[in-house]
Each structure stands twice: as structure tokens, then as C-alpha cells.
């Protein structure tokens, strides 16, 4: 059986491929970036912070656009637990 007798089958394979050589290092690239924790200048206590980011989730919102920070841990917490986080418009 052709591929080319089936264009399912080669859609199929070529959407596999683009996913592997274009989106796969988007995200382990971002991944990667993210996983170390950050010490950045807190806009709302004005102290450092260190920060340690959620990378899985930064990794797969990636894939699709500009990653989505969330910070997972953070020095100041449990005192600034709910704080808006606007120190990773920075990040």
C-alpha cells in the first residue's frame, strides 16, 4: 500500500514531522529556559525575590504562542502568597 494512494496517511506523517522538527523544540526550549529559579526585584514589597517558575507550563503554552509565566514558589510566600505576580513581566 502507497502512501500516495492514501493522502491521509501522508498528511498524517507530514503533521508528525512538523511536530517533531518545529513545535518538540519550542517547547524543550522553553522548557529549559524556565526550569532554573529566577531572583528578580518584587514590584510590590520592592525586595528580591527568588522565584521559581511552573516550566511545564511554560513549556506547553509555548508551543502555541507566548508562554504563560505562573510562579510555583517564591521566598516571600506565605506573606505575599496572593500577590499579582506582575514580577514576571520582567522575566
Same mark, same amino acid.
Do not use: N
Given at each position: ?39 528578580? =526585584? ?11 517558575? =511552573? ?26 502568597? =496572593? ?9
Amino acid at each position: 500500500m502507497s502512501p500516495f494512494t492514501h493522502p491521509w496517511i501522508l498528511l498524517g506523517a507530514i503533521a508528525a514531522f512538523g511536530a517533531l522538527f518545529v513545535v518538540l523544540p519550542v517547547v524543550v526550549g522553553a522548557f529549559l529556559r524556565h526550569r532554573k529559579p529566577l531572583v528578580l =526585584d518584587c514590584p510590590e514589597s520592592r525586595e528580591r525575590a527568588a522565584v521559581i517558575v =511552573d516550566a511545564r507550563k511554560a513549556a506547553l503554552t509555548a508551543a502555541v504562542g507566548e508562554p504563560r509565566l505562573r510562579v510555583t514558589l517564591c521566598s516571600l510566600w506565605p506573606e505575599r502568597k =496572593d500577590c499579582g505576580q506582575t514580577c514576571l513581566k520582567k522575566a
